[in-house]
């Protein structure tokens, strides 16, 4: 495993090793392909699959989308999927009643204290649905092979704290304690995918590169996850051939899964002893998990050049989406809860307009916030995001409940035209 500082020691271990036989792609060094067939099948390739499992339902895109004739057809919505949990102890103790009523085809019922209402998404986890079945049917191995192809891909899992955000990205979040086996069958989307991007990348020929970072965002400002020792908060800015980005992040050369999943290893540990000790620090917070693939194919207007493509594939689990009790709003608490409901807020608006025909021709605020800066490109531009909900089906929390499954299916508007980002690697 290799570490680089930032993005610059990229650079020059490029230009030492093959600067003879590099190009560049044009005078901006990026190159646009729309390919419509790996975003038509995106959603198709499952989807049979679906219908036949007992543990969890689909639609299609299709039967979801609103009437739309005035978009290009190479656009296509973001995937939503919603995960249900089963009751918890305390639920069941409390007898909590069991409010989802599943009816197929990515259609679920909620009960709101006597009111239901129904809502559909491409794909409804039921309770029984295992860490497998997450990785086998959300969509989450399409989105893997669209970041070896080059696309700017996010799996973002968000909902209100005790959910299950954390137990569906990484397993059970006790697994990271010093000292504590994991059952393999409880690994979450993230260590399945990791497995996956490497069983991909030994099938395929050329130069391949994967590099990691990973950082949180507490109260509005970003802490690197892999160099904690650097208490700083790292800055977030825009240029014009990297779009936002995050500056001096700590960036890892993987060569192996292993090294990968060491990174995710030493970042969970870094997030569950963050700086405040509280244990309520990871609810309070987003984490991002970044990686970059590289790949080195020859230019196919010119033999001898040679040009990068380079897909991203980012994780993300965000705070809880719950309103913090007026009870616990102390000074602290309050400039926490508004930092966090800022940065969720500010998502819900980008949402909200990007879903929305007519707004999203107009202002999107994504500068608004730091993590909308960093998704600008997953959720408005020309990535693909895979949204994953998550949700108790306590009757306790369904208010909330509704809350964010108002909020999956605003997600669900949004349309995106990925396309292929090139590099220049003269
Ligand atoms: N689908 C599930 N099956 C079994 N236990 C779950 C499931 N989802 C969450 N849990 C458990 O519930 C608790 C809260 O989940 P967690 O992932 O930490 O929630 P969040 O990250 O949304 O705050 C954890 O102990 C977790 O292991
Ligand atoms: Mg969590």
């Known amino acids: 495993m290799r570490r680089d500082s930032n993005a610059s020691g990229l650079k020059i271990r490029m230009e030492s090793k093959d600067s003879k036989r590099k190009g560049s792609v044009g005078s901006k060094g990026t190159k646009s392909i729309a390919d419509t067939d790996s975003m038509s099948n995106f959603d198709g390739v499952a989807r049979t699959q679906y219908m036949t499992q ?11 989308a ?40 990515g259609k ?24 497998s079945d997450l990785f086998d049917h959300s969509g989450v191995k399409k989105l893997i092979d669209m970041a070896l192809n080059g696309y700017a891909c996010t799996a973002l899992a968000f909902g209100q704290t005790g959910s299950g955000k954390t137990h569906t990205m990484t397993g059970p979040p006790q697994q ?62 825009w240029s014009k051939n990297k779009g936002f980005y995050v500056e001096n992040l700590f960036v890892v050369e993987c060569e192996t899964e292993d090294d990968l999943n060491a ?47 380079r897909g991203k594939l980012t994780f993300v689990d965000l705070a809880g989406s719950e309103k913090v009790k ?43 916030s730091k993590l909308t800066k960093l998704l600008a490109d997953s959720l408005g531009g020309n990535g693909v995001t895979l949204m994953i909900c998550c949700i108790t089906p306590s009757s ?16 669900k508007k949004i349309r995106t035209k990925p396309v292929v980002k090139m590099v220049s690697t003269k």
């Open 326 to 368: 007026d009870s616990n709003s102390t000074a602290d608490t309050l400039v926490e809860s508004n930092s966090i409901n800022k940065s969720l807020l500010v998502l819900g608006n980008c949402i909200s307009s990007l879903g929305d025909q007519k707004r999203r021709q107009g202002h999107i605020p994504y500068r608004d």
């Open 108 to 131: 679920i019922e909620v009960d709101n204290n006597g009111s239901s209402r129904q809502f559909g998404y491409n794909v409804v986890f039921e309770p029984d649905a295992t860490q």
């Open 66 to 105: 609103p009437t739309d004739t005035s978009e290009d057809t190479d656009q296509d919505h973001i995937n939503v999927v919603l995960r249900v949990r089963p009751l918890n102890s305390n639920e069941t103790t409390r007898k909590d009643q069991f409010t989802c009523t599943f009816a197929g085809a």
């Open 54 to 64: 007992k543990r969890l339902s689909s639609t299609t895109l299709s039967s979801q």
């Open 176 to 237: 990271f304690q010093e000292g504590k086996q994991v059952d393999p069958e409880m690994y979450g989307i993230i260590q399945r995918s990791l497995k996956y991007l490497f069983r991909q990348l030994n099938q395929q020929h050329g130069n391949k590169i994967v590099r990691a970072s990973y950082l949180e965002i507490y109260n509005e400002q970003v802490i690197d996850l892999l160099n904690p020792n650097m208490r700083r908060y790292l800055q977030v800015r």
């Open 263 to 309: 990174v995710l290893e030493e970042g969970m540990r870094n997030r569950q002893t963050g700086s405040h000790g509280l244990n309520e620090f990871s609810s309070r917070s987003h984490s991002m998990l970044m990686l970059t693939i590289d790949s080195e194919m020859q230019d196919p207007d010119d033999e001898n050049l040679y040009i990068t493509k």
């Open 396 to 411: 306790h929390h369904a208010p909330e409940t509704m809350n964010t499954l108002r909020y999956a299916s605003r997600a």
